[in-house]
């Protein structure tokens, strides 16, 4: 069974750091890119970030460049998002998502941490 | 950047249909997937790449594409069905992923 289970939300001040891991199972996770989303109290859905399976390639939304930083370890099925100069407006939960091998879309989601800048 | 335009809102009568549209320039070019998702839980794919279903989604929940417009359909809607939906999409000019802004579907 595909498990993505998430950990390291929390409060933190503006200015802050936190690290966010997604611990995964059930699936070869070096096959596959990895995703960051997030969702802010009452909004929809923003991607935040894109790591390739070997991590050769990341991409990043615009407001998440130079502030925060995509990463995985393949031999410990472990996606991380480090954020550091964190904002008020950066409060949402954070859910880490798995791309499937031949799509470009989401099909499996952690359950989500909450980030509260304040 | 790229855009994505879902309604804020759709309203149907159990049983009925349900269609909830996403707008977006040149989307015919775009694999669009949808995403539903209930209050407090993760998004669930139910669409994607334009008009495919994960295993497990109902055949209920179809997806289409005419034009700059693509659809995700909902037929014989039920009281679970109940939920917020995303279109999504890879924008491969600027390499970032794009999200509708979601839609609420109301069952009556």
């Known amino acids: 069974e595909v498990q993505l289970m998430q950990s390291g939300g929390g409060f933190v001040q503006p200015g802050g750091s936190l690290r966010l891991s997604c611990s995964t199972s059930?699936?070869?996770?070096?096959?596959?890119?990895m995703k960051w989303v997030r969702q802010a109290p009452g909004k929809g859905l923003e991607w935040v970030a894109y790591i390739s399976s070997g991590s050769v390639t990341v991409h990043y939304a615009d407001f998440a460049k130079g502030r925060f930083t995509i990463s995985r370890d393949n031999a410990k099925n472990l996606l991380l998002l480090q954020m550091q100069s964190l904002r008020v407006e950066d409060t949402a939960v954070y859910y880490c998502?798995?791309?499937?091998?031949?799509?470009?879309?989401?099909?499996?989601w952690g359950q989500g941490a909450l980030v509260t800048v304040s | 950047s790229y855009v994505l335009t879902q309604p804020p809102s759709v309203s149907v009568a159990p049983g009925k249909t349900a269609m909830i549209t996403c707008g977006g320039d040149?989307?015919?070019?775009?694999?669009v997937h949808w995403y539903q998702q209930r209050p407090g839980q993760a998004p669930v794919l139910v669409v994607f790449d334009d008009d495919d279903r994960p295993s497990g989604i109902p055949e209920r929940f179809s997806g289409s594409k005419s034009g700059n417009t693509a659809t995700l359909t909902v037929s014989r809607v039920e009281a679970g069905d109940e939920a917020d939906y995303y279109c999504?999409?890879?924008?491969?000019?600027?390499?970032?992923?794009?999200f509708g802004g979601g839609t609420k579907l109301t069952v009556l």
């Open positions: 999504q999409v890879w924008d491969t000019s600027s390499d970032h992923q794009v």
């Open positions: 998502a798995r791309e499937p091998e031949n799509s470009g879309c989401s099909d499996y």
């Open positions: 040149n989307i015919g070019s775009q694999n």
């Open positions: 059930g699936f070869t996770f070096g096959n596959h890119v």
